[in-house]
C-alpha cells in the first residue's frame, strides 16, 4: 500500500502560477509537477560525487625566515614589499 504524507508548503505566487501552468501543459497535476520536482533535485545531489578533504602541503623548505613574526602583518607586507622590489 502506498503511503504519503500530506503537507503544506508556501510558494510565492509567480512561482505556483508557473508551476500550475506548467503541469497542466503536461496533462498533470501540482502534486505530480512537484514530486518529479523534488524527485530530479534529490538524484543530482546524489549524483554529484564526494570530494576528498583539501589537504594542504607545505612547499619544501626551512620554515619561516629568521627575524619574520607571522603574527604582525604590517612587518611581515614591508618585508614581503622589499623582496618584491617595490
Same mark, same amino acid.
Not at 500530506?6 to 505556483?16: A, C, G, K, S, V
Given at each position: ?13 509567480? *512561482? ?7 503541469? +497542466? ?11 518529479? +520536482? *523534488? ?12 570530494? +576528498? ?12 625566515? +629568521? ?20
Amino acid at each position: 500500500m502506498l503511503r504519503c504524507m500530506r503537507t503544506t508548503i508556501r510558494l510565492p505566487d509567480e *512561482l505556483y502560477t508557473r508551476v500550475r501552468v506548467s503541469a +497542466a501543459t503536461e496533462g498533470g497535476t501540482v502534486t505530480a509537477f512537484i514530486e518529479d +520536482a *523534488l524527485r530530479m533535485a534529490l538524484e543530482r545531489r546524489d549524483a554529484i560525487p564526494a570530494h +576528498a578533504p583539501y589537504r594542504v602541503s607545505p612547499f619544501h623548505g626551512d620554515g619561516v625566515q +629568521a627575524g619574520i613574526d607571522l603574527d604582525d602583518s604590517a612587518a611581515l607586507q614591508d618585508v614581503m614589499d622589499v623582496d618584491a622590489g617595490s
